[in-house]
């Protein structure tokens, strides 16, 4: 009796010591997740962790298994920028496996099995979603995001709802054109450190963007749909002038991504380039003042 009492107090003894090893330090982490040709970026202080998009595959799991303490299992934000495989499949898993506090996402449709299986996810859990509008200010813990696109409510969100079938056909049809062009763009701010998070917004929403003034620099920069020449005008990267460059792509895709011309003109505003086709999973840290790669 004696050995198993003092074999229950051991063990909980590792645990504590486990736990203990895994509390974050108070530093401000930006990581690009490899998940190959997709986005995934968690954002995290202390235990307060949020997730903009999921790549396309349940590699993002692992991403966050590295960075979230293993007896933290909420999620105090996930972003779906916009519902096209290679930002949403992966959050599938992501919403089955963790407490999301709340989801913002638009109300736009894909007819792709992942998008489906994704909105049981958020109807199962009962997930309060939010789709936001330019304008918007959100706060969660000591990160601050200002909305800057969509500049108005995309969709519809009778979609986050168990809608009768006389409803399906409005719904389905709410949004019609390409889902890059709704791809929610988000401005963050930790202390002084500024980061923008682009979805895959095309060259025509950089210059709307730029024509309504909202446009200011940035320390990082999260480059738009994964380096593409359509996306990252010269006359934008000047606008944000950013010191980081993050660039989550797939090794040898298709698409030629990350684009020479989208290199060259990131080189020319001087942003040191962090790709993770070359280098894996990329992490930047900052205290609020500074910025460094780390881990």
């Given at each position: 009796m004696?050995?198993?009492?003092?074999?229950?107090?051991?063990?909980?003894?590792?645990?504590?010591?486990?736990?203990?090893?895994?509390?974050?330090?108070?530093?401000?982490r930006i990581v690009t997740c490899d998940v190959g040709q997709g986005d995934a970026i968690l954002l995290t202080q202390g235990f307060t962790q949020v997730l903009v998009d999921g790549g396309p595959?349940?590699?993002?799991?692992?991403?966050?298994?590295?960075?979230?303490?293993?007896?933290?299992?909420?999620?105090?934000?996930?972003v779906s920028t916009h519902p096209q495989d290679d930002h949403l499949a992966g959050l599938v898993q992501v919403l089955s496996r963790y407490k999301v506090t709340w989801l913002m996402a638009n109300g736009v449709v894909n007819q792709a099995r992942s998008f489906w299986d994704f909105r049981q996810e958020v109807l199962d859990n009962q997930i309060q979603v939010h789709a936001p509008s330019a304008g918007e200010e959100i706060a969660v813990g000591q990160m601050h995001f200002s909305v800057l696109w969509p500049a108005e409510r995309s969709g519809d969100q009778a979609i986050w709802h168990d809608y009768t079938k006389q409803d399906q056909a409005r719904v389905l049809g709410a949004f019609s054109g390409d889902l890059n062009e709704v791809s929610i763009v988000l401005r963050m701010r930790y202390d002084r450190v500024r980061v923008l998070l682009t979805g895959d917004l095309g060259s025509r929403e950089e210059l709307a963007l730029l024509a309504h003034g909202v446009i200011t620099p940035v320390?990082?920069?999260?480059?738009?749909?994964?380096?593409?020449?359509?996306?990252?005008?010269?006359?934008?990267?000047?606008?944000?002038h950013p010191e980081w460059a993050l660039i989550s792509v797939g090794a040898h895709n298709s698409y030629g991504h990350p684009s020479r011309d989208t290199l060259r003109r990131l080189d020319i505003v001087g942003a040191k380039v962090l790709r993770t086709d070359t280098m894996g999973e990329i992490v930047l840290v900052s205290d609020g003042q500074r910025i460094w790669q780390g881990k």
């Open positions: 004696k050995i198993k009492t003092w074999y229950i107090w051991l063990s909980i003894l590792a645990l504590l010591v486990m736990a203990l090893e895994e509390i974050p330090d108070k530093n401000f595959t349940e590699a993002v799991m692992s991403c966050l298994e590295r960075y979230i303490p293993w007896f933290d299992r909420k999620l105090e934000m996930v320390e990082v920069l999260k480059v738009a749909h994964h380096g593409s020449k359509s996306s990252s005008t010269q006359a934008w990267l000047e606008a944000l």
